[in-house]
């Protein structure tokens, strides 16, 4: 009975190895496909789907050309992936972030703190078609980004994976491959951090040994504009490109390929920032590119461009900050106290102040924040560091007003050389020169205050249109409820705009603004210059002029200017006084005899 059992095994087994070699003979089998791994859909109140068009199989136009022939069997299988779009949501304390397996790229990415308007600050902004932000694209600048559908794979919470493989056409046959790669792009998200980890990995197993498409591996972009929306890009909003290389920060130029190596990149405007931080061996280079795109009023792009690589398998990594501009914020990834264990990349140079006047503008916001610590409201800190700044220059201002006091009392007798001199203004100038030199006047004393003024104004609206505490910062609820930002006691119904001056609202710091001015040249005006018809277009037409400039600037601004030609005004009336009362004390002074200038003896 045991030998029948093992003997109908034995011949059952030898049927169906001759079967299928005849049916391997007669019915030869076709390439298989590559065989992906299973994708578990994760079905959560983060992810929601939405069905598409059936994507085209994308193939890859520049042929790779490796180091050594490609071996790989011709027909090689393409992968079809899936057939519709997965858009899968990553919620942290500080952002809310919407992937799409659609090249496996991001499409929002918003800040749960910052607003605005009545919406979150969206820092991946989309024109009339969707964003693709940090796509991938086989080659250079000129390649096509990757839109085919990816595999996806939700490892945790924060971790999420996107894979598919591409086949690389034949340079020889346009009906073959010279071999088949995955493409994985890995997002690591933190619980509480502006910034992520991207991984890039191009895996050509055997049979592709090296990545060239046209001397490039890939370029990884990021695009098309940063947030949050805006009307139009000016002075007051701005995008600034930088680039950070050997410990120092330095502007960079649109469309300009950077090779340096930096170790950072940035986007920024005046409150926010993009900053890429890519871990590549190889020198690798960036590209800033302002690239138009319909339903975007001015785009504003990064490009990392890879270079070429001679092995079967790489994986580079990335670091993206997408947040503040703020250095409060920055500052962390310099003491090695984040989640992502950096230590001193220098990222707070992307919040830093550039320029001659960027010194003065760090110490003047060190005072401001010192002020807003002993009141909190912007509003009065500004109030309480533009007294400040005048007691701290009191002595030069005092200095000053004695100055055109005194001017005024030697009035008479420069209007006497005036009236003496006035066929000969070389000789004019000489007895003035000789005059004030006996005197012991320098005409000049009475200027330093005034240039003082300058350079500070300067750095003050670098401060009130830079410094991200005060966006939104509200100084009186209902008037200036944001200080960053104009004023407006009525915004214009609609979209309308004042013809030729393009006002969209009513302000009134401008109009108090003028008012305060001309009351400071008044008090403040030079003797003789009632009846100068130059100073006088000076005192009235400049306030004007500048009513024009300053209407739509921050309305922080406006508050320093304002409150320090009141302050201007009342040291004015102080000193006044002081001199006043000084001169009556005195003895009358002895008349002064002008001595003729001396006439240069000729050699």
Known sequence: ????????????????????????????????????????????????????????????????????????????????????????????????????????????????????????????????????????????????????????????????????????????????????????????????DYMFEMTVTLDGGYSVPGFNFNGSAYTLAFGPQIGPRFEKLDHYDYRQYATYTNGKSKNAKVNDLIDTNPAWAAISGKYFSIIAIPYIAPPYSINFSEKAEPGIVSASRMNIIRPAVNTSRVSDTYRFYLGPKSQDALSIYNTGRNEFNLIDPNLVEAASSRGILAPLEKILKWFLLLFYKIVPNYGVAIIMLTLFIKILFFPLTKKGSEATLRMQALGPKIKELQDKYKSNPQKLNAEMANFYKQEGYNPLSGCLPMLLQIPIFIAMYGLFNNHFDLRGATFIPGWIPDLSVPEAVWNFPGNFRLPLLGWSALRLLPFIYVGSQLLYGKVTQMPGQQSNTQMKMMMYVMPIVFFFILYDVPSGLLIYWIFSNILTMVQQVIINKYVMAKRAKEPPPAPTVIAPAKKKKKS
């Open 1 to 192: 009975m045991e030998k029948n059992t093992i003997l109908a095994v034995v011949l059952s087994t030898l049927v169906l190895i001759v079967f299928y070699v005849i049916q391997g003979i007669l019915y030869p089998a076709q390439n298989p496909a590559v065989v992906q791994a299973p994708v578990t859909p994760v079905v959560t109140d983060n992810e929601y789907f939405r069905e598409t068009p059936p994507p085209t199989v994308e193939t890859i136009q520049a042929p790779v050309q490796p180091s050594s022939p490609v071996t790989s069997p011709a027909n090689a299988p393409v992968d079809t992936g899936p057939l519709t779009e997965q858009q899968i949501t990553i919620r942290t304390e500080s952002i809310t972030a919407i992937l799409t397996n659609a090249g496996g790229n991001m499409i929002s990415w918003t800040l749960n703190d910052h607003f605005d308007k009545h919406d979150n600050v969206n820092m991946i902004l989309s024109g009339t078609n969707k964003a693709q932000a940090f796509s991938i694209a086989f080659g250079g600048l000129d390649a096509q980004p990757v839109t085919s559908y990816f595999h996806v794979n939700r490892l945790t919470d924060y971790i999420v994976e996107f894979y598919r493989d591409f086949a690389v056409p034949s340079a020889s046959s346009s009906s073959s491959t010279d071999g088949v790669f995955r493409l994985t792009k890995r997002y690591e998200f933190k619980p509480r």
